[in-house]
């Protein structure tokens, strides 16, 4: 099957928005990215969800809070098409995750293997995705004195009115 331009360059779209809506908690946005039959498995099944309320109350209910900061890169994607509405995609991961509440800090690599299908209204969607970890280490910030400087939603730990 000769590779549709196209096609890849919307799945790859779908994907880096899928990430941006994450850390910046657009859920509506985030929403229209998956099929409504979309399912996970973060974690390597850890965390595995069926339907897209599902994936999204666990995606809401663990990260809305604006003191849960977190950074998702994906890149190297490999995409292939098994037909003209269905294509396979594994993407390397970097993560960053800041929580304020908690006060942990987790940084991790993983590989993303995601599902894609294009509806009949024409738009790509995740129709299943998920994530094996190939390292994982989380920080206590009291022991190393982190402190954020800024967030998107203005949080702050530390003011820089001296410098």
């Known amino acids: 099957m000769p590779i549709d331009l196209q096609a890849l ?4 779209q779908l ?6 809506c994450v850390d910046r908690k657009l859920w509506a946005e985030l929403r229209e990215t998956l099929a409504a039959d979309a399912t996970s498995s973060y974690g390597g099944g850890k965390y595995s969800f069926t339907g897209r309320d599902e994936i999204m109350a666990f995606l809401e209910k663990s990260m809305a809070s ?29 993560d960053t995750v800041i929580n304020l509440e908690q006060g942990w800090s987790l940084n991790g690599s993983a590989f993303y293997e995601d599902v894609y299908v294009k509806g009949a209204d024409g738009q790509w969607r995740i129709q299943h995705t998920g994530y094996t970890r190939t390292y994982e280490e989380v920080t206590l910030r009291a022991k190393t004195g982190a402190k954020v400087t800024d967030s998107f939603w203005g949080e702050r730990e530390l003011k820089w009115d001296a410098v």
């Open 9 to 12: 360059e919307e799945i790859k």
């Open 15 to 20: 994907k880096y928005r899928y990430v941006r």
């Open 66 to 94: 604006t003191k849960f900061l977190s950074s998702h890169t994906v890149h190297q994607p490999e995409i292939t098409f098994e037909s003209a509405t269905r294509a396979r995609g594994v993407w390397a991961l970097h």
